[in-house]
């Protein structure tokens, strides 16, 4: 769990009031994120999630409320933030950037079925589309640039295999990113993070995605190839689950069918979204920071995923 910031009473007491969200009845430090501090917020006037950002900055957060208020106002259901009277919904809370959403109601799938997945890829799709229409721009802050510049600092730590494989996908990713076939990929904001625990279900009913701090403007497929290596593979050996896999393109093609480039270059992004995780959880694992309570991702989950991805290409 991470509460790398502790939050009084009195502190939530204010917010809320600030807000017009009732009286505070209940504070409690959320279990399982790694990037930020998270409170569930219970008031007289129902159920909410306190987030302080411990990375983020205050000219960065504009992009992600602002984006999450938009999929929300075209009926994507995502955390909604709360305004102060002066229309605010980026605050401040023992110094750091915060906000209050709503708390959306179901539960992680962890072990998710092809209806499962099949739900994800329709709204995926759907709020990509919904996307079209927001003119803020940040680029995805964990792309390219990000694995160029941190691949240095993380390289000291592993094995000659390990640095070996790394060294090569980043050169391979450099190159795909040069060609005239990424250019043409269809982009626009995209979550960037859509893992099993940023997506709430009832039953096989999605009810919501969350966790949009890491989301920008990057491609469509690289968000798509992001959900496929973590719905859609065996969670043992990171190989490739057919049915799941199928079920999640099915759906997302239903809603928007991908174009020659993203056919062309499906097996390259799904190599990119390993990569990015792989590198992040390294980069967690060897530089950690303070938090009163943490749980490090494994590593190695996504350096076999990357070399499943490697080995065993999707055929057309
Ligand atoms: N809007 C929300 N509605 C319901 N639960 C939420 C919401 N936001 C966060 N949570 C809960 O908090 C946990 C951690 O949040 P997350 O955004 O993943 O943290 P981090 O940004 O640190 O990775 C989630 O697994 C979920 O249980
Ligand atoms: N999904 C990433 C880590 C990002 O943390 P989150 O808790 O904000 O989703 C991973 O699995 O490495």
């Given at each position: 769990?991470?509460?790398?910031?502790?939050?009084?009473?009195?502190?939530?007491?204010e917010l809320l009031r600030r807000l017009h969200l009732g009286e505070l009845q209940k504070l409690r430090g959320i279990e399982g994120g790694i990037e930020n501090t998270n409170y569930f917020v219970t008031s007289d006037q129902g159920e909410f999630v306190l987030t302080l950002f411990e990375r983020l900055t205050a000219e960065q957060l504009p992009f992600y409320l602002h984006l999450m208020k938009h999929l929300a106002q075209a009926g994507i259901p995502v955390p909604?933030?709360?305004?102060?009277?002066?229309?605010?919904?980026?605050?401040?809370?023992?110094g750091k950037p915060a906000a209050v959403v709503n708390r959306l109601p179901g539960q992680s799938q962890l072990a998710p079925q092809a209806a499962h997945c099949a739900a994800v890829g329709d709204m995926l799709a759907r709020m990509h589309l919904a996307g079209r229409g927001y003119e803020r721009q940040q680029p995805n802050l964990r792309g390219l640039p990000w694995w160029n510049e941190t691949v240095p600092v993380v390289l000291p730590h592993l094995t000659p295999e390990?640095?070996?494989?790394?060294?090569?996908?980043?050169?391979?990713?450099?190159?795909?990113?040069?060609?005239?076939?990424?250019?043409?990929?269809?982009?626009?904001?995209?979550?960037?993070?859509?893992f099993r625990d940023n997506v709430m279900f009832d039953g096989e009913q999605l009810t919501g995605f969350f966790d949009f701090y890491f989301a920008g403007v990057d491609t469509w497929l690289f968000d798509l190839a992001v959900c496929l290596n973590d719905w859609c593979i065996d969670w043992a050996t990171g190989a490739h689950h057919a049915e799941r896999a199928g079920a999640m393109l099915r759906a997302y093609q239903a809603v928007r069918p991908l174009a020659a480039a993203e056919r062309q270059l499906i097996n390259a992004m799904l190599r990119a979204g390993a990569l990015?995780?792989?590198?992040?959880?390294?980069?967690?694992?060897?530089?950690?920071?303070?938090?009163?309570?943490?749980?490090?991702?494994?590593?190695?989950?996504?350096?076999?995923?990357?070399?499943?991805?490697i080995a065993h290409p999707l055929q057309a």
């Amino acid at each position: 769990m991470a509460v790398f910031t502790k939050v009084s009473l009195k502190e939530a007491r204010e917010l809320l009031r600030r807000l017009h969200l009732g009286e505070l009845q209940k504070l409690r430090g959320i279990e399982g994120g790694i990037e930020n501090t998270n409170y569930f917020v219970t008031s007289d006037q129902g159920e909410f999630v306190l987030t302080l950002f411990e990375r983020l900055t205050a000219e960065q957060l504009p992009f992600y409320l602002h984006l999450m208020k938009h999929l929300a106002q075209a009926g994507i259901p995502v955390p909604d933030p709360r305004a102060d009277q002066r229309g605010a919904i980026l605050h401040t809370v023992c110094g750091k950037p915060a906000a209050v959403v709503n708390r959306l109601p179901g539960q992680s799938q962890l072990a998710p079925q092809a209806a499962h997945c099949a739900a994800v890829g329709d709204m995926l799709a759907r709020m990509h589309l919904a996307g079209r229409g927001y003119e803020r721009q940040q680029p995805n802050l964990r792309g390219l640039p990000w694995w160029n510049e941190t691949v240095p600092v993380v390289l000291p730590h592993l094995t000659p295999e390990q640095a070996d494989l790394l060294g090569a996908e980043l050169a391979y990713q450099n190159h795909i990113a040069a060609s005239s076939a990424y250019t043409a990929l269809p982009r626009g904001p995209v979550h960037a993070d859509l893992f099993r625990d940023n997506v709430m279900f009832d039953g096989e009913q999605l009810t919501g995605f969350f966790d949009f701090y890491f989301a920008g403007v990057d491609t469509w497929l690289f968000d798509l190839a992001v959900c496929l290596n973590d719905w859609c593979i065996d969670w043992a050996t990171g190989a490739h689950h057919a049915e799941r896999a199928g079920a999640m393109l099915r759906a997302y093609q239903a809603v928007r069918p991908l174009a020659a480039a993203e056919r062309q270059l499906i097996n390259a992004m799904l190599r990119a979204g390993a990569l990015r995780f792989w590198i992040s959880r390294l980069w967690d694992y060897y530089l950690p920071r303070e938090a009163s309570m943490l749980t490090p991702h494994d590593p190695a989950h996504f350096e076999r995923v990357l070399r499943q991805r490697i080995a065993h290409p999707l055929q057309a």
